[in-house]
């Protein structure tokens, strides 16, 4: 009886999230120019506090109707010349992939999620053997007693899952991979 080999163990090999995966307008979830578009920001941070210049950010959420269909063009392709073109700028597709910048600063363009209080985030950073996920729980929509996960979690770890509002649809929402010694680490969900 031949028995086959365990599984390899999963290796750091990057980043090279900048080289593939980020698509143009990719933070552009929202149509151009719809007045009900929020912008959602932030820095990921390591466990020393610094930002992570080579992060990569997945978002989805239904549409402000509820509805999770989502519309295709986040990847579309020209017929032509078979470049990747984008989204139209028309369609709300309820996916986002934007990768952070040198200060490890990250920007998404959307609309509000209809349904859920949240935007379900997925990052994907140097060191992680696996992504993780989270959520960015939007203020006015999220009655935190009422929302399940929120009304779980002590106070200090909450906040973590909180946006902070700083203008008018304007919301800045870090990720922190590991306590810093002065905040906490964003919380992190697993799913089976």
């Known amino acids: 009886m031949s028995t086959s080999p365990p599984p390899t163990a999963s290796q750091t090999v990057g980043p090279f999230y900048g080289y593939a995966l980020p698509f143009a307008g990719g933070g552009d979830v929202a149509p151009a120019g719809h007045p009900d578009t929020i912008t959602l920001h932030g820095t990921v941070h390591d466990g ?31 017929p032509v010349t078979g470049a990747v073109i984008g989204r139209d700028g028309l369609a709300f597709t309820g996916f986002g992939r934007v990768a952070a910048d040198a200060d490890g600063h990250y920007l998404l363009r959307t609309l509000p999620p209809g349904g859920v209080p949240y935007i379900s985030v997925c990052v994907f950073a140097r060191g992680l053997l696996h992504h993780l996920f989270t959520r960015a729980y939007l203020p006015e929509l999220t009655d935190v007693d009422g929302e399940p996960l929120l009304a779980s979690l002590p106070p200090h770890r909450r906040a973590t899952l909180l946006a902070v509002p700083e203008h008018e649809r304007v919301y800045r929402f870090d990720v922190r991979l590991q306590a810093d010694g002065v905040h906490e680490e964003t919380v992190f969900l697993a799913f089976e």
């Open 48 to 78: 020393a506090g610094a930002p992570i210049p080579d992060a990569l950010l997945e978002f989805w959420q239904p549409a402000p109707d509820g509805s999770r269909a989502g519309a295709p063009g986040s990847l579309r392709r020209d």
